[in-house]
């Protein structure tokens, strides 16, 4: 079970923290993914962090703007956003899949949260 949280109205240049708890498996050998939805939009990958390495991958949009990190003790994973956009409103939902390897494709992760919404006004 995958719980995101910390979406909210924010003005242009704000910060929000997202938190995505996990409950009711093992995800030491896990990668937990971010991903959002605009309206009218396809759903984009935005972070991942791995479980067990804390090595991370970033969509290019977000780069030097959002910090993807995790609390293992927690089983927590946070999305950190600065300098936010109108733009990035969206629905902001978190994911898991069953391999440390990080990836990008929306098809390879499994396991999804309910999602967050983000509005960023200008």
């Known amino acids: 079970l995958l719980q995101a949280s910390g979406g909210g109205l ?10 995505c708890a996990a409950s009711g498996r093992t995800f030491s050998t896990y ?4 991903f959002r939805q605009a309206p009218g939009k396809e759903r984009e990958f935005v972070a991942a962090i791995s479980w067990s390495t804390g090595s991370t991958y970033y969509a290019d949009f977000v780069k030097g703007r959002f910090t993807i ?13 600065n300098s936010l956009k109108p733009e990035d409103t969206a629905v902001y939902y978190c994911a898991t899949r069953g391999t440390p390897v990080l990836t990008a494709r929306r098809s390879e992760y499994h396991y999804w949260g309910q999602g967050t919404q983000v509005t960023v006004s200008s």
């Open 69 to 81: 990190s995790r609390d293992n003790a927690r089983n927590t994973v946070y999305l950190q956003m």
């Open 10 to 19: 924010v003005q242009a240049g704000g910060s929000l923290r997202l938190s």
């Open 31 to 34: 990668s937990m993914g971010w």
